[in-house]
């Protein structure tokens, strides 16, 4: 125990001894964590670069617009088409396009829709895009659709009243409708009490009518037989035909007479009705009129309601989808639909030769320099530049083999890259030297070869996470933002994308082609002063040796004397 | 004819004198043996004569023998590297490449054209009989052979000065025989030599010149004779009687071939040219005048015992 705590102890010692191993070892990753930390450290909103679309900028739209504004994103119009718009997100200036409908407000049964434009290659970024940019969207979607239900809640209010109106009414109606009721009880109760039974109290007035028809039957045959014989004396039938009318009359005497008095009495009971009827006439009148009324109060209770239908009518939106969601997105994707590997290549492709390059030109530096020969080589008859681009050149050739390896193998998967290949080796090349010489420079500084691969790996890992792979870079602060735009990596994985995604062609690329390149003759120059002071340093320390020999000496030379 | 010189060079630093005005000249063909204890300065002598360090103060002249004209070796440093190899004290190869292939990389950045170097390199294996192992990576050889290897890679562009860094160091005797009589065999061909050591009785046989340096001064700077010079003990001492007519002696010694008469309290100390040729004349006066012989010295002062006498401040 007591051995394993002593090694330990030694262990220890000897790391934070050697100043390279301590600086990478502990405090590599402590800087690390603080400069993320403080990348980070943000609780802004994501400054995101919007641009807008819409057949016109209705006062509801710069509304929608100004409501983004607020939130800390810059937003871009664009008045005449959205392609424009588009052409920036593949240049990545801008992060989504939106198309608007030339008015936010919902007055049919149909939605609106608002159109988004995404960059699928940019995976960490195209969901957060989506859920800020939406966050607004559905905030405007909702407060239409609050509008909408307090339409249709106004409308009905106003219903309501109108209905509470006409319920009055109506009540009215129905006491008139009471009225009307019972005066027609009334009229019905009078008429069923009139009498309307014939008075037949003699039973002789009973047959009395049998009897006289039969008898005029019979003398109507007499006097149809009479002047219908052809035997018979004219003046015969003329004495017959009066004996007949003898007959006649004496039908018509007594129980004629008998009759007229039951009819008489007939007729008192007939006069008894009319009174009645008029009398029921008059209230019939009455009631008429009282319908009459409730026939005008029908009338302006049907206006009343007609007016609410109409009220009703006028509110438009009645679907409830388009009143729960006034506003529905499509999300468009820009550029050709593809997997997500396409959308990943770019960042791998630069994430591999970033690393590769990185660790590369640090090994190899780092070889040279604990190499037993590195001595020898400054008495070579040979230049700084010489050994420099020796080194490039050896870690070029290396990362052209590992990129001739992974594109052989991507064909395999992604047919387009062909088409693109040239323009993406190029900007490939570019960046492999931009972090040889990075790597070639951290291999400079440090001492020993881990210290050394440990600060490449750090300083990759540094650019790595700074560069909007693992998390988008519109989460960091602005000023870091905007120095992060120079971050070459993300400045090649920008390029690689554009070309390989949108087959950008290089002449629309050329600015950060030109920065990338830039770095890598900045790089170049920095190396060389790296080698001049590498050769003082070796000078340096073998000064140093011997400085501490003579003071040794003279301390040495003191104790004896 | 000189190949290299130094005027009035100065290595200064932090305020400390590394080596201080050092005066020197190697001529073409010398074999060069430097010594001083450790730390007295003798490697950054020899990195001021490869051009690794400038001097602080003074200058290297390197001669033209095309131009004969003198030369910076500061401002002419990648000329001049054409006509030097260096090798320092720890092998300096690539340990994975082949015998032949560090010979072939080091000798094509000297920019040497094909055949040239194709034979020079085939001569160089054989007079370092690595023949047999130029297949071999440097890492597998033995502890000699690499010394052998590294002394190849100096000299594979045909240096007209070979520079070593105690290119002893680390061998036992019989490889430090070896190398040093192979480093012989190169000043042999016309190659000016010059190393450092602490080897003395291999420096003492085998180089026309030392360089002994002191505390970051150059001592002695000569002949093996001029070196040993001051300590030469080939010296008569006599001893004079009372009353003895000392000018009337000194008169008759003057007549001698000797390089120097010195008067102690007890008698003179007398340096001869030539020991033994003086010897019996100086016998003869000793004879005349009646004189004690007291002592008598033959023994010439080895490198080691001057070197000895150097470092222990007695002259």
Not at chain 1, 315 to 339: F, M, N, R, Y
Not at chain 2, 178 to 200: K, R, Y
Request: hydrophobic share 40%; charged share 20%; glycine share 6%.
């Amino acid at each position: 125990m007591q051995s394993l705590l002593l090694i330990t102890k030694k262990n220890v010692k000897l790391l934070l001894r050697a100043k390279g191993s301590a600086l990478v070892i502990i405090f590599a990753p402590l800087l690390l964590i603080l400069l993320l930390g403080l990348a980070y450290s943000t609780g802004t909103q994501l400054g995101l670069h919007l641009g807008i679309h819409a057949p016109t900028f209705s006062d509801d739209v710069n509304s929608f617009i100004k409501l983004l504004e607020d939130d800390g994103y810059t937003i871009s119009t664009f008045e005449t088409s959205i392609d424009p718009c588009i052409e920036e997100i593949k240049q990545g200036k801008i992060h989504s396009c939106i198309i608007l409908p030339a008015s936010l407000q919902v007055e049919g049964n149909t939605q609106k829709e608002v159109k988004f434009y995404v960059d699928p290659s940019r995976v960490n970024l195209v969901w957060a895009v989506q859920q800020a940019v939406e966050s607004k969207f559905n905030f405007k979607s909702q407060e239409i659709s609050e509008s909408l239900t307090n339409n249709i809640f106004a409308t009905l209010t106003s219903a309501k009243s109108g209905i509470a109106t006409q319920k009055t009414s109506i009540l009215d109606i129905k006491e008139k409708g009471n009225g009307v009721a019972s005066s027609n009880e009334e009229v019905q109760k009078t008429l069923k009490s009139l009498d309307l039974e014939a008075p037949v109290t003699n039973p002789k007035t009973a047959n009395i009518t049998g009897d006289v028809a039969n008898i005029k039957d019979k003398i109507g045959d007499a006097r149809g037989a009479i002047s219908s014989s052809p035997t018979m004396d004219p003046i015969e039938k003329e004495e017959i035909g009066d004996l007949l009318s003898n007959a006649e009359s004496e039908l018509n005497g007594a129980g004629i007479k008998e009759l007229q008095a039951e009819l008489q009495a007939t007729k008192e009971k007939f006069s008894l009705i009319a009174s009645a009827v008029r009398t029921s006439s008059t209230k019939l009148d009455k009631s008429t009129e009282r319908i009459q009324n409730t026939i005008k109060a029908l009338d302006e209770v049907e206006i009343g309601l007609t007016n609410i239908i109409e009220k009703l009518d006028a509110q438009k939106v009645t679907d409830s989808d388009v009143i729960s969601a006034p506003l529905v997105s499509t999300i468009e994707q820009v550029g050709a639909q593809a997997s997500f590997l396409n959308y990943l290549f770019p960042a791998i492709l630069v994430l591999v030769i970033m690393f590769s390059s990185l660790l590369l030109g640090t090994t190899l530096v780092m070889m040279e320099k604990n190499s037993p020969a590195f001595l020898r080589n400054f008495f070579l008859p040979i230049s700084k530049g010489t050994f420099i681009a020796a080194t490039y050149l050896t870690t070029l050739i290396m990362i052209s083999i590992e990129v001739i390896i992974i594109l052989a193998i991507s064909l395999f998967f992604l047919d387009e890259i062909l088409t693109t290949l040239p323009s993406v080796a190029l900007v490939l090349v570019i960046t492999a030297s931009v972090f040889a010489f990075l790597g070639m420079g951290v291999g400079y500084i440090f001492i020993s070869e881990e210290t050394g691969v440990l600060g490449s790996i750090s300083l990759g890992s540094l650019f790595l996470f700074l560069s909007g792979i693992l998390l988008p870079l519109e989460g960091l602060p602005l000023w870091l933002r905007e120095m992060n735009q120079f971050n070459p990596f993300v400045i090649a994985e920008k390029l690689v994308r554009e070309i390989f995604i949108f087959s950008t062609p290089l002449v629309d690329v050329l600015p950060e082609l030109s920065v990338i390149l830039g770095y890598a003759i900045l790089l170049f120059l920095l190396i060389w002063f790296l080698e001049t002071l590498v050769h003082k340093h070796l000078v340096h320390r073998f000064m140093k040796n011997h400085h501490r020999a003579h003071r040794q000496k003279d301390k040495q030379n003191k104790n004896d004397a | 004819m000189e190949v290299i010189s130094l005027k009035d060079v100065t290595q200064r630093y932090k305020k400390v004198n590394i080596l201080e005005n050092v005066n020197l000249s190697i001529d073409q063909g010398d074999m060069v043996g430097v010594i001083g204890q450790s730390g007295s300065g003798k490697t950054t002598l020899l990195n001021l004569i490869t051009g690794f360090i400038q001097p602080t103060n003074g200058e290297v002249i390197y001669y033209s023998k095309i131009h004969h004209e003198e030369r910076s070796l500061t401002k002419n440093l990648n000329k001049i590297k054409k006509h030097m190899g260096f090798t320092p004290q720890h092998n300096s190869f690539y340990p994975k490449l082949t015998v032949m292939e560090n010979l072939l990389h080091f000798g094509r950045l000297y920019d040497l054209d094909k055949n040239t170097l194709k034979d020079n390199i085939k001569n160089l294996l054989e007079f370092t009989q690595l023949s047999h192992h130029k297949t071999k990576l440097a890492e597998h050889l033995s502890g000699g052979m690499q010394k052998r290897l590294d002394i190849s890679c100096s000299l594979v562009h045909k240096p007209k000065i070979l520079v070593l860094d105690e290119p002893t160091a680390d061998l036992d005797p019989i490889l430090q025989k070896e190398i040093l009589h192979l480093l012989q065999e190169v000043n042999d061909q016309g190659i000016t030599v010059v190393f450092a050591s602490h080897h003395l009785e291999s420096i003492e046989k085998i180089c026309n010149k030392v360089v002994i340096i002191n505390d970051g001064r150059v001592h002695s700077c000569g002949s093996l004779d001029d070196v040993r010079a001051p300590f030469l003990k080939d010296h008569f001492r006599i001893k004079l009687p009372k009353g003895a007519n000392k000018e009337h002696i000194i008169e008759r010694l003057r007549g001698l071939p000797i390089k120097n008469i010195i008067q102690d309290r007890n008698g003179l100390i007398i340096t001869p040219n030539h020991m033994e040729q003086t010897m019996t004349q100086l016998m003869e006066i000793i004879k005349d005048e009646g004189l004690q012989l007291n002592d008598l010295h033959f023994k010439k002062a080895s490198l080691n015992e001057v070197f000895e006498k150097i470092v222990g401040g007695e002259e």
